[in-house]
């Protein structure tokens, strides 16, 4: 399963370009989770082929992303 980068997040449309190792994939309106859609999020997703070219589907934020959210530094 890839790993990448939200580059961004159209709230209007619901799509999404990913960033992965510098390759772009676009991910269609729906398939970014809630979580996952605002720029620089960490991100786990699959890619599927529509007419001819990849597109990230089932995006999905990293847990280790969430966890790190929510750390509290003590001491």
Avoid: T
Wanted: no cysteine; glycine share 10%.
């Amino acid at each position: 399963m890839p790993e990448g980068v939200v580059r961004w997040f159209d709230e209007a449309r619901g799509d999404a370009e990913i960033l992965r190792d510098g390759r772009p994939y676009y991910a269609p309106p729906g398939a970014v989770e809630p979580g996952a859609r605002h720029p620089g999020a960490r991100v786990h997703f699959d890619v599927e082929r529509v007419d001819g070219v990849e597109q990230a589907v089932d995006v999905r934020l990293r847990q280790s992303a969430l966890a790190s959210r929510h750390r509290h530094r003590l001491g």
